[in-house]
């Protein structure tokens, strides 16, 4: 019979070949990769994963056309679908002759995702994922211009400088609705008449600051004057008819016809603004 030592050596060399198999088999089902080789998915690759499944209709943009054509001197108009709102946005795309040169290294340089975690948030405000595709694809600055959303053909991303001192002045809000804040809408002859009520707006603007610029003698002093009457003028008739928020009934809903109102319309108080939510926030 064997000793009983050889059988305790023979006991020992079963287990150790037990627990070897038992690492190989582990060590088989999950092999170990560096995470720096693992594939992950980047902000480009949401955006244009977001412009996959969401395009721009062929129907709209042949509208969109009539009003803004494509131009490689003048700014037009690009649809594209912001995912976080669910909301379809128009941007105004700067062409590349009139981007400013410190924006222009911006949207040519190394995109948010790739820089130091510390330097991530201020260049995502400057530059979004979004805005630094299209300067790749369309060699334009892409900027928010109109939300189409709610019962009136959409409202604006954002208020110019003079128009929110001329809110603020009334003590109104100085922000539009945010994309999201409204009902869907689609493309239809509303938003067909607030493209181009804004954009008469916003060239009456370019040219009152042209004005202005240029008033050096009490003859162009006084055309300015009157032009920034006139687009006073104008701009409160376009915001009585499209933004301004409507009277309740006694029921406390909104009679006669609905339109683009804001979240609240409390005089604003002179303290220093938030920062706002970017619009795109990829």
């Known amino acids: 019979m064997p000793s009983a030592a050889l059988e305790a050596r023979v006991l020992d060399h079963l287990l150790n070949q037990v627990k070897e198999a038992k690492v190989a088999d582990e060590a088989a089902a999950s092999i170990w990769v560096p995470t720096s080789l693992l594939a992950t998915e980047t902000p480009l690759d949401i955006v244009r994963g977001i412009a996959a499944k969401h395009p721009w209709p062929s129907e709209w943009e042949d509208r969109l056309r009539e009003i803004s054509p494509i131009s490689e001197e003048f700014s037009w108009l690009y649809g594209a679908y912001l995912n976080s709102a669910a909301r379809w946005v128009l941007y105004e795309m700067m062409p590349y002759s009139a981007i400013p040169e410190s924006k222009r ?14 330097l991530r948030a201020g260049r995502k405000q400057a530059c979004s994922a979004f805005q630094w595709e299209m300067y790749r694809t369309k060699q334009c600055w892409a900027r928010p211009f109109w939300v189409i959303q709610g019962n009136d053909g959409g409202t604006p991303a954002e208020f110019t400088e003079m128009e929110q001192a001329m809110l603020q002045a009334k003590g109104l809000p100085t922000e539009p609705p945010e994309p999201g804040d409204l009902p869907y809408a689609p493309w239809d002859g509303r938003v067909e008449f607030q493209l181009r009520a804004r954009d008469r707006l916003m060239k009456a603007r370019y040219r009152l600051s042209k004005l202005q610029a240029s008033a050096d003698n009490d003859a162009r002093k006084a055309e300015s004057v009157l032009a920034e009457e006139q687009f006073r003028k104008d701009y409160w008739a376009w915001w009585k008819e499209t933004m301004e928020p409507q009277p309740t009934s006694g029921r406390g809903t909104p009679s006669g016809r609905s339109r683009s109102t804001f979240r609240s319309a409390k005089p604003l108080k002179p303290k220093r603004r938030p920062q706002k939510k970017p619009k795109n926030p990829i």
């Open 105 to 118: 290294l911006q949207l040519m340089g190394t995109p948010y995702w790739e820089m130091p975690k510390q």
